[in-house]
Structure formats: C-alpha cells, structure tokens
C-alpha cells in the first residue's frame, strides 16, 4: 500500500491508484506531496479598505484599519450601533466609511460634543455685571438700580412701586415693573382690594363676607372649613348612649336606638311595666327591652297568668275531694274524716254512746261491745235472763244484771 508510509502532509487525504498515491490537499496548501504552503497575501487586493495581509500556514490573516472589519476588511464598523454615547450631550451620531462624526447641539463642541462653548465670551454685559455662560447661553448678574438681559437698563423696582407686599419684577425687554399680587389684592400696584364675594367661593349655601385682602365664610348649620366645605360629624362626639348607632346628617344626627331604649340620645329606659302586663297581682319589674313579674303564691307563668294546681300532689287523704282555689286549696272530706287534709278518722265514740258496753268506733260508725247481761244498739237493754223460765217448780224469778234468782 504506497498510502502506508503516510507521504501527503499537512492534514491531506492518500489515494492509492495501483502501486502510486496521490494527495488531496487542504486548502492553502499545495504540491505532490501538499508541502507547500500556499502564498495568499500573492492575491493583489484580498485585504480591502487598506487592510494589511498576513499569510499564515496554510491560510492568512487581514489587519484591518480603524473603521473596518470582516475576514477581509470588507464590512465598514457602525460606530454609532457600538457606541451609544459616542457623541455627548444631545449630540446626533452619523456613520461613515471608516469612522462616524456628531452634530452637536447649540453650545457645544467638540469630536463627541463634550466641550461647552464659552458664550460669555462674545458676551456683551454692561454697567460692569457680571457673565455667567450656560449651555447654548448666557446670564447677566446685574449691579443694583440695573435690569435687562445685558443690564442696560434702569431697574424699575428700586423705586418699590408694588404695594401689599406684592412681589415686583422688571422686565427684560423694557425694564418696567410687573407686580405679582398676593392673593386678595389686584392692580397695577396691587392697590386694589378683590371682592370675593362676587365669585362666591364659599360652599353649600355659606355666605361670603369680604375683608381687605381676604374674605371669611359664614357657614350654615353642619359645615364647617375655610370655604364651608367640611360637613361637620355630629357623631363624633359620640352622642348616643347605650350602644345606640350614631347616623351623621347635615346639621345633625340620629340615633338607632338598641331595643328597649328610645329618646334623642337613647337615653331613657323603656319602662316595658307602663303597660301593666303582669296579671293576678304580680310585681312587674323593669328590665332593659324586657320585664319581670314577681308572681304572688300560687300562680306562674311570664305574666302570672298561670294558677298553679295545689291539688297536683294530691294533697287530701281518705278518699277526700280536693277543690283549687288561688294560692290554696280546700279538702272535702268522704263522710267520717276530718281535718285540714282529711287525716283525722272522726271519733263517733265521742260523747260514748254505749251505756252498758265498751265503744269500738269505726269509719262514720261505731259498735258498741255490750257488757254481761246487756243487749241493743247501744248496750241500753238489760237482758231478761228469766224469760226462758229458768226455775223449776213453780219457782219464782227474779231478775238480776247478767243472771237471775229462784225463789223456790
């Protein structure tokens, strides 16, 4: 292989063709063997614009000018795009061929206008002022007693012709006066009183009253301020009582009342017992948006209005009849009791009404237990012992208590 041995230089391609080789070079380079570096600075004009031409291996450099730029030279550098602030001081940029130039503005100079042309020196100040140079301009310090641009002229303020502490001016051109009133005064001189009142700068309704140099404003009821333009917050002041909501109003207020309260300022209590609404009696006591009734015994409710049943615990005993009545009851007792509650069994044994026997009393009743030899109801009846004849032989018999005699 005739490639093995490596014989193209500088980067180039071998090709073997039986038992040769050729060399493909690179570009800026030439020969069998591409060996040789080619010359391109050889090319007359490959740098443009003046460029310098460098060859290097195997290519070539351009050194441009000021002003030029680009592989050979060939762009035109825009000073202006690179450089926002080439010309200063207003000034306009302008490119060109290999550089640029600035329009400066009026009162300065210079390559980027950064130099302020001295307009004092063309000055003309008189009366021995002194020149102060500005940009594109100049200023002329005037001595006393002198006016005008240049201080030629007579100053007409020394004389203090403004009146009312006005402030004087001289004009420039002519060197007369002009007067800046203060406010309330108006005239050549500022002698003159303004009349406010005719442009009636007072607000809602104010009257305008007027005074040298001023004027004051009489405000209606609820306003308030140098023009009567404040609406005067009544509520301020926190006129409502008792949490009572305060609703401001021109020349005044209103107050919400909570419930229960009432009057301008919400200060009064409701009196909620004017109306007597506690019945059967009760207490009513006044509470705020509300009232209490102190309920005397035996009724309830939020008026009173309820009888409470002294029967519910069923208070009579023995079968008793119990009747309601207002704070009380009363027990109708079943036949034989007694008492407040029935309790009391009456004592049908008193006075005794057994004469010859025991009394055992009962529910309105009694037995009487008849002692020996008695009988009846009530123990009132002897027992006949000898009407069954007891006594044999035509004996005679005589009765005793509980048994009897023979008399033989």
């Known amino acids: 292989d005739a490639c093995t041995s490596q014989p193209c230089a500088n ?19 030439t020969g069998q063997k591409c060996e040789i570096d080619v010359n391109e600075c050889a090319t007359p004009g490959l740098c443009q614009h003046g460029g310098t031409c460098v060859n290097l291996p195997g290519s070539y450099r351009c050194q441009c ?73 100049f200023s002329c310090i005037c001595p006393e007693g002198k006016a005008g641009l240049l201080c030629h002229l007579d100053d007409a303020c020394v004389s203090n012709p403004c009146q009312k502490g006005a402030l004087c001016d001289t ?22 009183d303004v009349d406010e ?31 009567c333009e404040m609406d005067i917050n009544e509520c301020h002041s926190n006129p409502c009582q008792n949490d009572a909501t305060c609703l401001d109003k021109i020349g005044g207020f209103t107050c919400l009342c909570m419930p229960g309260f009432k009057g301008v300022h919400c200060e009064e209590d409701i009196d909620e017992c004017l109306s007597n609404p506690c019945v059967n009696n009760g207490v009513c006591l006044d509470k705020v948006n509300r009232f209490l009734c102190v309920c005397p015994p035996g009724f309830s409710g939020a008026v009173c209005q309820i009888d409470i049943d002294d029967c519910s615990s069923t208070p009579c005993l023995n079968g008793a009849k119990c009747i309601d009545h207002p704070n009380g009851y009363e027990c109708q007792c079943a036949t034989g009791f007694t008492g407040l509650l029935c309790e009391e069994n009456i004592n049908n044994c008193d006075p005794d009404p057994c004469h010859y026997g025991e009394c055992q009393d009962g529910i309105d009743s009694y037995t009487c237990v008849c002692n020996p030899g008695y009988m009846g109801a009530i123990c009132s009846e002897q027992i006949d012992e000898c009407h069954s004849n007891p ?18």
């Open 11 to 29: 980067g180039s391609t071998c090709t073997v063709s039986g038992n040769k080789f050729s060399c493909t070079c690179l570009a800026g380079y």
């Open 65 to 137: 000018k000021p002003g030029y730029t680009g592989h050979r030279c060939e762009s035109d550098v825009d000073e202006c795009q690179l450089q926002p602030n080439a010309c200063q001081n207003g000034g306009t940029c302008t490119n060109h061929n290999g550089g640029y130039a600035c329009v400066c503005v009026n009162g300065w100079s210079g390559d980027d206008c950064s130099k302020n042309i001295d307009d004092c020196f063309t000055a003309s100040c008189a009366n021995g002022s002194t020149c102060i140079d500005r940009v594109a301009s």
């Open 171 to 192: 004009n420039p051109v002519n060197g007369n006066y002009i007067c800046t009133c203060p406010q309330g005064h108006k005239g050549a001189d500022c002698t003159e």
């Open 197 to 227: 009142s005719n442009s009636n700068p007072c607000e809602h309704a104010g009257k305008c009253v007027n005074t040298e140099g001023s004027f004051h404003c009489e405000c209606l009821k609820g306003y308030t301020g140098p023009r």
């Open 391 to 408: 006594c044999l032989h035509q004996g005679r018999c005589i009765d005793l208590v509980n048994g009897y005699q023979c008399n033989c």
